[in-house]
């Protein structure tokens, strides 16, 4: 089911050379399954089409501990592998949150927390406007991020206004305050998937599901310390 | 102003397709029309200007030429991190236009009003800024604005000039210089009537362009902060001796209501407050 944990995988390789973010490695990895599935199976977009138009977008809102990101782009060719070896270094394109004027394949430069839904948002409103009806649009939101308030103004209008969005949030249960009742209760007319995030084939057909908007809750390990 | 921004944005809808209009419920009654004749690309996101603004950032990302309108407190203040990021960090440009300026919305109070919107846009890279100072100055700022991505801030205000002038006028020559501000131009006319000064009008303070003729003494006068412009005067004229004086709106909050023209004599910037610091500094 978890093809990433055994040893043998080429990602464990990759991500053992992102160093020096020690800080954020629990919520790293957190995400690394969701995001191998997403462009492993579900994303079009490939090194040769990341400037396409009609590409999907994929957002990584929760910009913090992106070594699992990095990791995945690389994997997919996206980024040279050496790039993995200096994170945060002044040589380096890789920052402890990725921008995307600095690295081929990243459409938001994230890191403050709660912008990626918004941004999201619009460009799934911009690729309506120019008939990419085809084009699919996914954020990736941390269930602490969900805290925002911001966040709050884009789930409200993408349900409003119907829009092709797919928001996955990655809950290590790591907000102060929890969400009582379940983080899909906070999205109101949106279709929501609560699945194992390390389920690869779950996640995918969560991913796969056509919702206007939709969510799919991706559960992992509790977040530790 | 703001009758003459909703007529060229809805004919500028209609011309070019790239563009998109982003609301937060201000004008939303105006733009009616728009909203019908072009649902895919005029949305109305509610009250919810972080969200506004994160959309103008999307839409450009997409290659959209968004316009975002609200009135400045809510457009610039409150969505001032949405600004930052969702278009500056993401190299992302938008047309943003504000109404209310420093305090149109007297009545209104402190809440609705503005002054600091240019000295929060100057915090950030790449922002062209204009102060219109009259209506029929409107409509060729927008246009040229859609036609590119670059970052543009529109301030429209009540209080405007008698007539329009183009970007770098010169009303009056004398010795000194004082350079007025968009609608700072007509109680800067009145204030300096009869001294020895040259008025130069600009209505575009950003990129700080404006041409200052050899003088060693030099008065600016602008409908926010006071000061704002001072560290681009101060570049232009680093290699000249210079006495300068910056006039505008004051940063103590004004605990009272009235009109904006309480409110403009209550900071000097009165034709008669104007020539009392003029004449002083001169």
């Given amino acids: 089911m978890t093809a990433i944990s055994a040893p043998t995988n080429p990602l464990h390789n990759l991500l053992s050379r992102v160093t020096g973010d020690a800080k954020h490695a629990p919520s790293a990895h957190s995400t690394l399954d969701v995001l191998w599935v997403l462009y492993d199976r579900v994303l079009r977009i490939s090194p040769e089409t990341a400037d396409e138009p009609d590409r999907d977008r994929f957002l990584l809102s929760k910009g913090h501990g992106p070594a699992?990101?990095?990791?995945?782009?690389?994997?997919?060719?996206?980024?040279?592998?050496?790039?993995?070896?200096?994170?945060?270094?002044?040589?380096?394109?890789?920052?402890?949150?990725?921008?995307?004027?600095?690295?081929?394949?990243?459409?938001?430069?994230?890191?403050?927390?709660?912008?990626?839904?918004?941004?999201?948002?619009?460009?799934?409103?911009?690729?309506?406007?120019?008939?990419?009806?085809?084009?699919?649009?996914?954020?990736?939101?941390?269930?602490?991020?969900?805290?925002e308030g911001s966040n709050h103004e884009a789930i409200a209008y993408a349900a409003a206004a119907g829009l092709a969005l797919t928001a996955v949030v990655i809950d290590n249960q790591s907000s102060t305050h929890g969400w009582p009742g379940g983080i899909e209760t906070r999205f109101p007319g949106w279709s929501a998937d609560v699945v194992d995030g390390r389920d690869h084939d779950a996640i995918e057909r969560a991913l796969r599901e056509p919702g206007r908007p939709h969510l799919v809750v991706a559960r992992v390990e509790p977040k530790r310390g | 102003m703001r009758e003459t921004f909703v007529t060229t944005t809805t004919a500028l809808l209609a011309e070019e397709p790239r563009t998109a209009l982003v609301l937060a419920d201000i004008s939303g009654d105006a733009f009616e029309p728009a909203l019908r004749d072009h649902p895919d690309r005029v949305f109305n996101v509610g009250i919810r200007e972080q969200l506004m603004a994160g959309v103008g950032g999307g839409l450009a990302l997409t290659g959209m030429r968004p316009i975002l309108h609200s009135y400045a407190p809510f457009l610039v203040d409150r969505a001032y991190e949405q600004i930052k990021l969702d278009l500056g960090h993401q190299d992302a440009g938008a047309v943003l236009v504000s109404i209310g300026a420093s305090y149109d919305a007297a009545a209104e109070g402190y809440?609705?009003?503005?002054?600091?919107?240019?000295?929060?846009?100057?915090?950030?890279?790449?922002?062209?800024?204009?102060?219109?100072?009259?209506?029929?100055?409107?409509?060729?700022?927008?246009?040229?604005?859609?036609?590119?991505?670059?970052?543009?801030?529109?301030?429209?205000?009540?209080?405007?000039?008698?007539?329009?002038y183009a970007d770098g006028s010169v009303l009056r020559r004398g010795r000194a210089t004082v350079v007025a501000v968009g609608p700072m131009l007509d109680p800067v006319l009145e204030a300096t009537e009869g001294l020895d000064v040259t008025v130069v009008y600009t209505n575009t303070p950003r990129p700080w362009n404006v041409d200052i003729p050899a003088s060693d003494e030099v008065v600016v006068v602008e409908p926010y902060l006071?000061?704002?412009?001072?560290?681009?005067?101060?570049?232009?004229?680093?290699?000249?001796?210079?006495?300068?004086?910056?006039?505008?709106?004051?940063?103590?909050?004004?605990?009272?209501?009235?009109?904006?023209?309480?409110?403009?004599?209550?900071?000097?910037?009165?034709?008669?407050?104007?020539?009392?610091s003029i004449s002083a500094f001169l």
Avoid: C, M
Wanted: proline share 4%.
């Fill in chain 2, 111 to 164: 809440t609705h009003q503005s002054p600091g919107d240019v000295a929060l846009l100057d915090t950030l890279e790449g922002w062209t800024v204009h102060v219109p100072g009259h209506r029929d100055e409107v409509p060729g700022l927008l246009r040229a604005a859609v036609r590119h991505d670059d970052r543009v801030y529109v301030r429209l205000s009540e209080r405007e000039n008698r007539e329009a």
């Fill in chain 1, 68 to 147: 699992a990101y990095y990791a995945v782009l690389a994997a997919k060719g996206f980024i040279p592998e050496e790039w993995l070896d200096d994170l945060g270094g002044w040589d380096s394109p890789l920052g402890h949150h990725p921008d995307r004027v600095l690295i081929p394949g990243v459409e938001a430069g994230t890191g403050s927390l709660g912008h990626g839904l918004g941004l999201a948002v619009g460009t799934a409103l911009g690729l309506r406007a120019q008939g990419f009806d085809r084009t699919r649009t996914f954020v990736l939101v941390g269930d602490a991020e969900l805290d």
């Fill in chain 2, 226 to 276: 006071a000061g704002t412009s001072a560290r681009h005067v101060s570049r232009a004229l680093r290699t000249t001796r210079h006495r300068a004086l910056h006039l505008g709106v004051g940063s103590a909050e004004v605990r009272r209501y009235g009109t904006w023209r309480d409110h403009a004599r209550e900071h000097g910037l009165d034709p008669a407050g104007l020539r009392r």
